[in-house]
């Protein structure tokens, strides 16, 4: 067996090393970067309809409050140190309704793709073996019948 010329031009001699130019030569780096960027797209879609879409409703309904002016001064009133209490509950809000939304899409593209959670559709082949491995483990030879 030769050495590849990435790995000789290299001199690979770690594990970690020779598994990570595994990793690029079976091309999962290019899979792997199409996915990242097409969820930094979806992400962005997601985002724009939870904040533009969704929000501005909830903001009427609690009374247009803005969670993210919500803070908690440390050393009295003249001190510039705070804690930020309403910026953590807007991002918690915005995360909620993020999961809500995706969650909505993966449900509606499994519906459309008619993938069914529930019973599982056996081939005529494993049918037939699901009915052996049941006589087997019943004490019954394949081909006879139970009396």
């Known amino acids: 067996m030769s050495a590849s010329p990435l790995n000789s031009s290299l ?12 990793f690029l030569k079976r091309g999962n780096v290019i899979d792997l970067a199409v996915g990242v960027m097409i969820g930094g797209a979806f992400g962005k879609i997601v985002s724009s309809f939870v904040g533009d879409i969704l929000t501005p409703p909830i903001g009427l309904l609690v ?13 009295g009133p003249g001190s510039s140190a705070t804690i930020n209490y309403g910026a ?9 309704l993020i ?8 449900a509606l593209a499994n519906r459309l793709r008619g993938r069914d959670t529930g019973a599982v559709t056996l081939t005529t082949d ?9 006589q087997l483990r019943a004490g019954v030879a394949p081909g006879r019948t139970v009396k």
């Open 11 to 22: 001199n690979v001699r770690t594990p970690l090393v020779k598994d990570f130019l595994l």
């Open 126 to 134: 494993q049918a037939l073996l699901t009915e052996i491995r049941d």
């Open 63 to 75: 009374d247009e409050v803005n969670f993210s002016a919500l803070k908690f001064r440390l050393g």
């Open 88 to 96: 953590f509950l807007q991002t918690a809000l915005d995360f909620l």
């Open 99 to 106: 999961a809500l939304v995706l969650f909505a899409v993966v």
